[in-house]
Structure formats: C-alpha cells, structure tokens
C-alpha cells in the first residue's frame, strides 16, 4: 500500500528518512513530496539578539526553520568563533524551550539543551514554560516564521509572561509543487493515504490532490502529524482518519497503519 508524504526529505547526509524507515516497517511504500519553501530573512537583526542574552529569559523554538536560521548565521567565521567562545556558554545557564524531537536535535547541533521537547504542540509547550517561567521576568526570545500561530504567545501573554518575536523566515509554495504531485498520482496511482505536516501543506496542496484523485478520493485516508494541522484538514471539510499522538515517524506510522488496518487493530 502507497503512503503519500507531503513534507521536504530528510537531510541526506544523516541517514535515510525515518518517516519513509517506519513506515516500511508496517509494509507501507512511502513517498515524500517537498510541499514548502523557506526564505530566511532578518539574520543580521537576529545575530544581533544573540550576541545579547544579558537581555533575555531564554529562547523559545517552535520549528526547525527557526534553529536552520541561526545556522546560516553560525557559516560566517566571526560569528561561529563569537557563539563558541562566549555566546552559547551564556544562552546555557538559560532554558531553551522546543516543540518535538526534530527541533530538540537541532538545538543540540547549535550546543544548547533543549527543554519541553515531549509537548508536542504550541499548546501544551505553552502550558510548559508557565509553570517555569515567572510574570514579568526578562524576555523569551522567539525567532519564528511569518505564518507563526498566535496561540503560544497569546497563553504567554495573558500570563504575564514576556516573548520578543522576531519573523526570520518566510514560508511559500514549492516551485516544483504542482508537477511533482500531477507526475506521483499518474505513475503511481492514487494512494492509500495522503499524509499533511502542516496547516501550510494543507493550503498548497489539498485542492491539487482533490483535483488528482476525483471521484476516487473518499478511498483515501488523510492524516495529519498532529492536532493543529487535523484542524486544518476539517476546517477544508475534508475528514481526518489519524493524527499522530506525537510529532514522531513511529507514533506516525503506527496511527497510519491503525487506520488502513482496522480489523486487525
């Protein structure tokens, strides 16, 4: 059975994708298909907020974009030597909050330690830092996206607790989007189940695969990597057969595999 994944692949360098691994534990042919493209934007303003964590609380991360843009930072040499020597050491005595394990593993790449990685959502990461942080502290620094949900800083804010966004990436349709899911659905055939891993994929891509799979699209199981973008996918009226009970490829493929096997489950 063929599982559509609509999400960018894993980085080669560091080994195969674990979605398209798990899945093919249960048997399941996987494919990813990169949806999103990013543009980073405001490095120099946010390399500047990091050179000052006197200033701050600690740092707030809700998406891998995020840590990818202080990375592009981290490229130029007087800015690495900066964070080695002096910068992260200072950033550590302060707590650095994330949502989920890819996130988590990328604030390790930078030398922080992550903390709330098992929130799995904006929500419940949110709820997390209130019961550690204090009202009126220094400020959470939260680099983000352009499409960032209002929902952690607004818990945050009716708190008390201070977060200084700041936007250092924009997100837009893959270029290739269109072509890469007209050339999938016609060698491939309609899949078993079509995977979203964001509220974004959901806009770029539902139409098109409503369009690809027509009358033969209520055979199709949709699921979603967690509860905001299942939201999504009903609020375009289309009905969600699992979410996975965390942002992980095994609570993932585990959901996937409930749902295209019921009678074994």
């Known amino acids: 059975m063929k599982v559509l994944l609509l999400k960018d692949p894993k ?21 990813l ?30 998406s891998p974009r995020a840590l990818e843009a202080i990375k592009i930072c981290l490229k130029e040499k007087s800015k690495k030597e900066a964070w080695s020597k002096s910068l992260k050491q200072m950033w550590n005595i302060k707590p650095t909050y994330v949502v989920g394990k890819a996130t988590a593993s990328l604030v390790e790449e930078i030398g922080l330690i992550p903390q709330g990685e098992k929130s799995g959502n904006a929500e419940k990461l949110a709820e997390y830092i209130c019961s550690r942080e204090k009202p009126s502290s220094s400020a959470l620094l939260f680099p983000c996206g352009a499409l960032k949900r209002e929902v952690l800083p607004t818990v945050l ?38 995977v979203f891993f964001s509220p974004s994929g959901v806009k770029f891509c539902l139409q098109h695969i409503q369009k690809l799979s027509g009358d033969l699209i ?35 493929a585990a959901a996937i595999h409930r749902a295209l096997h019921p009678h074994n489950c």
């Open 33 to 62: 298909i990169p949806v999103l493209s990013f543009e980073f934007i405001s490095l120099d303003s946010l390399f500047e907020k990091l050179s000052h964590p006197e200033c701050y609380g600690g740092l707030v991360f809700t």
């Open 157 to 194: 804010r009716e708190k008390g607790i201070p977060l200084e966004s700041l936007t250092v990436y924009q997100t837009t349709q893959h270029p290739d989007l269109q072509e890469s899911l007209s050339s999938y659905f016609s060698q491939q055939g309609i899949p078993a189940s079509v």
């Open 218 to 252: 209520n055979q199709v199981k949709f699921a979603a990597i967690g509860p905001t973008t299942a939201q999504a996918l009903e609020g375009a009226g289309i009905p969600v057969s699992c979410t996975a009970g965390s942002p992980t490829a095994q609570d993932l």
């Open 11 to 31: 980085d080669k360098d560091s080994g195969p994708d674990p979605y398209i691994k798990e899945l093919g534990s249960y048997s399941l042919e996987a494919t």
